[in-house]
């Protein structure tokens, strides 16, 4: 009996022994941790993730005592970061939010990720550096202001805020008309400045100058082919010289390389827009415009090919190389007034380019510059008696400044020297360089500049030059 006693109580202490063990094996099996308790977001929208690892199943909520809309959190089967939290933008100026999020499993104690996104810095930004106001044009302006805080406006007498709100945060356009200036006064001049209503919030403004004038814009315009080869030390002082020498303002160049283009601006006081024709970048000739740094301020700029597709580099109608027009919308800043120049370079061999190329530099014309003043330069590599010139003239846009200059022209007909035509040879021509411009402007004079320093031809073209007030 006490031998018998003795097993069953053995065999008692062994099932609870290995009952308490199984529980123990149990619970030890469960691994399951998160790789992060904090996750720290500016204040855009965004999304981080984190690693839950562990041999069983887990679920993720958020605290259900706090703020949870501008949070989310998902769950991704069968990724290394399998916990996905996502926030929305906090537009609330330098105010910190923050969540939780419980990370669960059963049979192990819960997990907390803190969640916490800092708050907006305040924004001021103003588009416009400065305004020009042209009376003779117009007595209003705007400005493109965003902001994530309210603004106000620091006005002098003569400037109002005709329409827009400054309580409104984000991007907006408000628009300001000025007084008219009285009897001979004929500018004046003073700034807007954009701050935060909120002081304490956002100490910084911004400040626009402001100038209200009557003046006309007075312009030398030049077109001028550089000559693509034989690009010497001779030729490139030769250009240069002539450039400054009568003192181009804003002229469009063909057959230039990028080379050209550094050589001539190499020698101080201009700048220039454009791209080569081959890659739309740098590679291959370029009608680029160039113009003086202190007289004018680039607004908006492109370039398209001459082929049927135009925003692309292309061939276009059969051509021999790629064609290229290059534009400029451009603020003269004396008077304030605007104007768009285009520079192009038709194609020379293929006829049926030629005229295909004026019927879209007329379309793009239109449709980009719209009611401006505009100057069209370039070498069309043809002349008024061919189709594609009076395409362009019967389209009733453009004029060619030739037929409008106030004073009879100066230099031969022609452009095109080949770098051994006299200048009665040239004479016997017709330009195949031509400046185009809008009835609106004025031109003054018109020039061919034959010059042959020491009897050589900077350039197998000519330049061509107009003085205008529009």
Known sequence: MKTAFLKTALLFVWICAGASCKEKADNTSVQFDVSSNELVFWPEASSKTVHVSGNVDFSASLSDYLDQSWCTVEIIPNKVDNLKVSVTDNEQIRQERNTRIVVGAEGADNKFITVRQTGAEPALFVKETQIVVNENDRLTFSLEITSNIPVSFGLPEWITLASGNPQTTGRQTCLFEVVPLVGAESERAGSITVRAQDHAAFDNSVTVPVRQNRATCALRVASYNVLIRDWTADR???????????DFDV???????KKHIDDILAAGGYSYIGVG?????????????????????????????????????????????????????FRELTSGREFYFFCSHYDHQVATARLESAKLMVA????????????????????????????????GLLKDSRTQTETPPVGTKGTYSAMSYTLPQMNEHNP?????????????????????????????????????EF
């Not at 490139?236 to 009568?246: C, D, F, G, K, Q």
């Not at 740094?293 to 109608?317: A, C, H, M, Q, R």
């Not at 900077?458 to 107009?466: A, E, G, K, L, T």
């Open 432 to 468: 195949i360089d031509i400046i185009f411009v809008i009835s609106a402007i004025r031109v003054k004079s018109y020039s061919v500049i034959n010059d042959r320093p020491n009897g050589q031809y900077p350039s197998d073209h000519d330049p061509v030059m107009i003085d205008v």
């Open 364 to 395: 793009k014309i239109r449709q980009i510059a719209g009611a401006y003043p505009v100057f069209a330069v370039g070498d069309y590599n043809c002349t008024v008696i061919d189709a594609p010139i009076a395409y362009i003239l019967n389209e």
């Open 236 to 246: 490139i002082a030769m250009v240069n010289n002539l450039i400054r020498s009568y």
């Open 251 to 257: 002229f469009g160049i063909q057959e230039a390389s």
């Open 277 to 329: 024709r081959d890659d739309g970048i740098s590679g291959g000739e370029h009608s680029a415009i160039l113009y003086k740094s202190n007289k004018f301020e680039v607004l908006d700029n492109g370039d398209f090919w001459y082929s049927e597709t135009p925003g692309i580099p292309s061939v276009g109608w059969g051509a021999s190389y790629r064609r290229i027009c290059s534009w400029g919308k």
